[in-house]
């Protein structure tokens, strides 16, 4: 079954270490996302990539980085720079970010940082 | 900038009453898409809508996209306890690829 896999689905660490989510597609997807999700709030979006070695800026990329070497993956590093890095990250992926076409939703991780 | 915004924040209902959660944007969309994500879970595709004026159903929900395609409503008649969750919509905006979500309306059920 095509889908996208998120790992680990729950992540403890302590404040000042970096901590890299994993995502992985299988659906042959151009484009790919980060989302951060608080509670109470909607997604807010962190990065996205249209492309194999693009990626661009979301509405909140301080604090994160990624990168897109290869099309099925796309691994989100949260960093000590990050302000409040406890919070729920789903990854996403959809055909064509141009299409403007749905998303395809990660299981999550549940990140804590204490 | 430019929003999606998402009421009410919060739906209580008794099993059987009829629920809708309203969706507005501060500029034209694309299309509207509607996600649900249940307690614990990720959010899940339910329907896209992309023409003025579009209504769809998938059973009890029915989908609604506005004439001037700012915004749109997702209908429940007679709720059950499978449709606990919480609802998303989404636009890609019209002038670029920009895809904004609504705050979500949490919506619980009462057997």
Sequence with gaps: DGGITQSPKYLFRKEGQNVTLSCEQNLNHDAMYWYRQDPGQGLRLIYYSQIVNDFQKGDIAEGYSVSREKKESFPLTVTSAQKNPTAFYLCASSINRLRKSPLHFGNGTRLTVT | ?111
């Design chain 2, 1 to 111: 900038g430019q929003q999606v915004m998402q009421i009410p924040q919060y739906q209580h209902v008794q099993e059987g009453e009829d629920f809708t959660t309203y969706c507005n944007s501060s500029t034209t969309l694309s299309n509207i898409q509607w996600y649900k994500q249940r307690p614990g879970g990720h959010p899940v595709f339910l329907i896209q809508l992309v023409k003025s004026g579009e209504v769809k159903k998938q059973k009890r929900l029915t989908f609604q996209f506005g004439e001037a395609k700012k915004n749109s409503s997702l209908h429940i008649t007679a709720t059950q306890t499978t449709d606990v969750g919480t609802y998303f919509c989404a636009g890609p905006f019209y002038n670029n690829n920009d895809m904004r979500f609504g705050a979500g309306t949490r919506l619980t059920v009462k057997p």
